[in-house]
C-alpha cells in the first residue's frame, strides 16, 4: 500500500494566516485592495473553527476579496481539489490544524504554496488519501474483516477496500475550503483588469479594421481589373485568396467579441447583483419589492444590450468610414459624401426620439410590474375580501395605458431599425442621378460610387440597429446605476474577537443620549431627545401606546437605522468603530410583519446568523433550542429534520411555529444585547412561558417589547 503523505510540513499554522492569504492573493494574481495586511488576533488559533471562518471572510474582506466557504466532504474531495484554486483549506493533523494554500492544479497534481515560501506539486490521489486518513481509520479493522469475510481474492482486495471506506465516508467533512476572488463589491475597472478585459479591446478593433480594410481592397482589386479589362486568371486568384482569408477574420472577429460581450456581461452581472443585495435598507422599502424586481431585470437588459449595441455601433462606424471615402471617389463625390452624414444625423435624431419613448415605456413597465407584485403579496387577502367585481378593474386600466405606450414606442423605433436603412438607397441613387444623367461620370466612377452605396447601406443598418440597443442598453443602465456603485465600500470594519475584551469592559451595554429620529415622509420626528441607558445583565419591558416609536428604538439599537441627531454607543462604542460588528453585538427578532421565513432549510433559517454551511456543533445548537421552545414535536413531524424545506413554497409553518424560530433565529446570534419586538403575540399561556424562560436563559441582556 502507498505511503500516506504527511502534510505538517505543507500547512501553515493560524498566526501566519494573514500572511498566507497574501501571499495566496498575490501568487494567484488577484488584485489586493489595500497594502495594509490583516492582522491576525493572537486569541484565534484557540477561538475555534467558527471564528478562524468568520475572521478569514472578514480578511479577504479587507483585501478587497471574496472568500466563499465550501465543505469539502469526501467524495467530492478530489473535484474541489481539482477546480477551487486559489483557495484555503482548513485541515486537521496530528499536532492540530492548519490550512493548505491551493494556487493551482495542473493535470493530476495540485501546486500548494508551502510555509517556506515555495511551491509544492503534489499529486491529487495522494492529498486526497492524506487528507481521508484519519477519518478512514476508525472504520479500517471493521473493513479489513468485512473483506476477508466475504473472501475477496488478493488481486482486487484494495480496490474493495477503498470502495467500502469512501462508503462510510460519504458524507463525511474531512476540510473545509475558501475559495479566493476578487470581490464583486470591488471598482469596475478593478475587475476588468483583473479578467484581462482592458487589454482585450485593442484587437478586436484590429481584426475588425484589418477585416474592412481586407473587404475593400478585395472589391477594388475586382472593379479596377473588370472596369480596366484585366481579369485574368491571376486577378482572380489572386481576388479569391483574399475573400477567403476574410472567413477566418471573420470568426477569429466573431469569436473575441462574443467573449469579451459573455465576460463583460458576467462581471457586470455579479457587479449588479452584489450592488442590489447591498441596497440600502430604507431605500429598499420606499421603493417597493416590484419596483426593485422591475429593476434588478432591467440589469439583465443591460448585461447583453449595451455591449452588443457598442460593438454594432464601433464596427458600423469603421464600416461608415470606409464608405465615405468611398463614396468620395466615385461619381456622386461630395454630395453623396454629405448625403450620407445628413442621413447619419436623421438616423441618430430618430434614434433620440426613441429613446424618450422607450425611457416613458419603461416607467410605464416599471410601475405595472411594481402594481402586480403589491397585488401578489396581497393577492389571498384580495380574494377574502376584495369585491369581485372591483378586482380586475385597475390592471384593466393600467394594461390599457401600457398598450397605448407601447404602440406609441413601436412606431418610434420603426424608422429607425426599418425606414432609414433601407431609405438610403433611394437617397443614395438619386445623388449619383445627376453624374448619370449628365454623363459626366465614367463608368468606373459610377460603379466606385455603387460599392460606396452597398457599404454605406450595410453601415447604417450597424448602426440603426447599434443606436436602438443603445437606446435600450440606456434606458436599463438609468434603473440599475444605482446598485452598480452601491456594493463599492470600503472594507475598514476592523475585526471584533469573539473572546477579545474589546468593548467587554463596558458596564453599560447601551449608552443613548438625546436620540432623535424622523422618518424622511414624515413631519415630526417619532423620537426625540431619548436618553437610555442599559447595563450588561439587565431584562428590561419596552411597553408603550401603539406608534409611539419601540420598534423604532429597537432599529435604532440593533443598527438597522441609524439616528438622525444625538449618541449612541454600544459596548463603550460608535457605529464608526463597531462598522458591521454592531450586528454581532446587537440581534433582534423583528416583528411579525417586518419577520421572514426564508425559501430554504429549517436549519438555514435558524443559523442565519453563524457560518453556513453550519457546523455540525451549530446544528445540534439549534435542534436543543427548539426542543427547549416547544418545537421538538415539530422537527420530528418533518421527515428531513432541519433539513426540511420551509417557507412560502416549502412546509407552511403556523403563526406560532414561525415566531418561535424567529425567536430562535435571534437567540441562537449570541448577541450581548437581544431584543425581542412583540415575539411571543402568537402564543398560548404555557408556550409562552416556556419562551420567556428560555430567552432569559439564553440572552446575556435582553429587551423585551410588549404591549400591557
Ligand atoms: N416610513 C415611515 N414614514 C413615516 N412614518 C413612519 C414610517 N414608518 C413608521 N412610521 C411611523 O412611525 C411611528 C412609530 O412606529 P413604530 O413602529 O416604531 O411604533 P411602535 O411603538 O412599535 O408601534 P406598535 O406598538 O403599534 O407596533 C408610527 O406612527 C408609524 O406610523
Known sequence: MNEVLDVRPLCW????LGEAMEELARRARLRVATAEGPQVPATLAADGAQEQARWLEWAAHRLGLEAEALDALAPELDSLLRGAAPALLRVGHDAGEGFLLLLKSRGDRVHLVGPDLRIHRVAIAALRRALCAPFEAPFASEVDKLVDAASVPAARQASVRSALLRDRLATQEVASCWMLRLSPARGFWDQLAQDGMRGRVLPIVLVF????GLEVLSWTLIGQG??????????????????????????????????????????MKSRLLAGALRSDVEAVRRQGAGELLGRVLESQALESVALNGGFGVLVALLELLFAASILAAGAGGSLHVALLLGWVALTLGLSWRYLGRLRHWTLERLRMTQALVERMVGHRTRLAQEQPARRDHEEDQELGSYLRTSQVMDRAVLPVVGAMPRGWMLVALAGIAPAFVGGTASPADIAIALGGMLLAGRALTGISTGLSALARATVAWQQVSGFFGAGEEGARTPFLPASSSEGQHAHRLVDARELSFRYPAAAKPVLRDVDLAITRGERILLEGSSGGGKSTLAALLTGLRQPASGSLLLAGLDRQTLGQNWHRLAAEAPQFHENHILTGTLGFNLLMGRNWPASEEDLAEARSLCEELGLGDLLERMPA????????????????????IFLARALLQKAQLTVLDESFAALDPETLGRCLRTAFERAPTLMVIAHP
Open 13 to 16: 499554522p493560524v498566526q501566519r
Open 209 to 212: 479594421g484589418v477585416l474592412y
Open 226 to 267: 473588370t472596369l480596366h479589362g484585366r481579369v485574368d486568371g491571376g486577378w482572380l486568384v489572386a481576388w479569391t485568396l483574399l475573400v477567403l482569408s476574410l472567413v477566418p477574420l471573420q470568426w477569429l472577429g466573431g469569436w473575441l467579441d462574443a467573449r469579451f460581450a459573455l465576460d463583460a456581461g458576467r462581471i
Open 641 to 660: 429534520g432541519l433539513a426540511q424545506t420551509v417557507g412560502e413554497t416549502g412546509w407552511q409553518l403556523s403563526h406560532g411555529e414561525r415566531s418561535r
